[in-house]
């Protein structure tokens, strides 16, 4: 039987805080990481904890990259595409080894998807959540979905956080979800050809036709890999051209919601890596 679930995006979304608010809502974390078994990937460990953004708590998840004593932490949610040839940072936080600089274009990493051992579902979803950001990059950079890169260090975070999103919904038998307005947060962004406007236009391609706001918080809110996401599970939960509504507002659909469920809906929270004047969390939860 299939569900839907509600995503409410007030402090917008990323692959991370994906995987943490579905961690949190119920899918075993040792599932997870077995089910990801079949991709064979390696080189990274699996961050998973119990913390607080302002007083809400919920689960903090992240990929951590193995390499020389450095680690990766989600910047521009470490996807790192490329168009040319020369190392790609979004901030000095990314470990980039030279002598195993391997990229892999979207050709690749549709292959590694096709031929993994997974659900058709599972598959179905990624793929498509894949050639999505890849469409949207291709636009972007003026060039063809085959010539899209990704860095290897990116590849592997952005190939755990989708993958692992497609099988924690279908561990939870859920096959979309409605989300609320996306706030987008502004101000700039560290990229490859320097700072960049938030939201950066892969970001601002993949969420055409999605409401969203904008409030004085600063910072990248929405990352590629979460507004990917967005596009990719929508479950008509968007009226295009609808105007984004106040925090207000949507502070009040959510006690609605509330206040109609005989018992508090089951909510799941993910946490995400920055300190804002707002909580940084996703959240998931049962209408």
């Excluded at 302002?54 to 168009?83: E, I, M, N, P, R």
């Excluded at 690749?108 to 469409?135: C, H, Q, R, T, Y």
């Excluded at 987008?184 to 950066?200: A, F, R, S, W, Y």
Aim: hydrophobic share 40%; net charge negative.
């Amino acid at each position: 039987m299939s569900k839907l679930l509600h995503g409410l995006c007030a402090s917008g979304i990323s692959g991370n805080m994906m995987i943490g608010a579905l961690l949190n809502y119920g899918v075993p974390f040792d599932y997870f990481k077995k089910s990801l078994a079949p991709l064979n990937l390696s080189g990274f460990s699996l961050i998973h904890e119990q913390r607080e953004k302002l007083g809400v708590a919920g689960t903090y998840f992240d990929v951590k990259l193995k390499g020389k004593g450095h680690t990766h932490t989600h910047s521009h949610d470490g996807v790192h595409f490329h168009t040319h040839t020369h190392e790609h940072t979004h901030d000095g936080n990314h470990f980039h080894s030279h002598a195993h600089g391997e990229r892999r274009n979207y050709p690749d990493i549709k292959a590694l998807i096709e031929e993994a051992p997974l659900s058709d579902w599972v598959k179905e979803k990624a793929l498509a959540a894949f050639l999505n950001l890849g469409m949207a990059e291709a636009k972007v950079h003026n060039t063809t979905l085959e010539e899209v890169h990704f860095h290897e260090v990116g590849a592997i975070d952005c190939i755990i956080d989708i993958v692992g999103t497609m099988i924690c919904l279908e561990y939870l038998g859920v096959t979309g979800i409605v989300f609320s307005p996306l706030h987008l947060g502004q101000g700039k962004v560290k990229c490859e050809h320097g700072l960049m406007d938030i939201p950066t236009p892969a970001t601002a391609n993949l969420l055409e036709g999605v409401p969203t706001y904008v409030t004085p918080v600063q910072g990248e809110l929405v990352t590629p890999t979460g507004a990917t996401l967005v596009k990719t599970l929508n479950a008509n939960g968007f009226q295009p051209g609808a105007a984004a509504p106040t925090k207000e507002e949507i502070q009040m659909a959510l006690l609605s919601v509330m206040d109609k469920a005989e018992k508090a809906p089951k909510m799941g929270v993910g946490l995400g890596s920055m300190d804002l004047p707002i909580p940084n969390v996703f959240t998931l939860f049962e209408a």
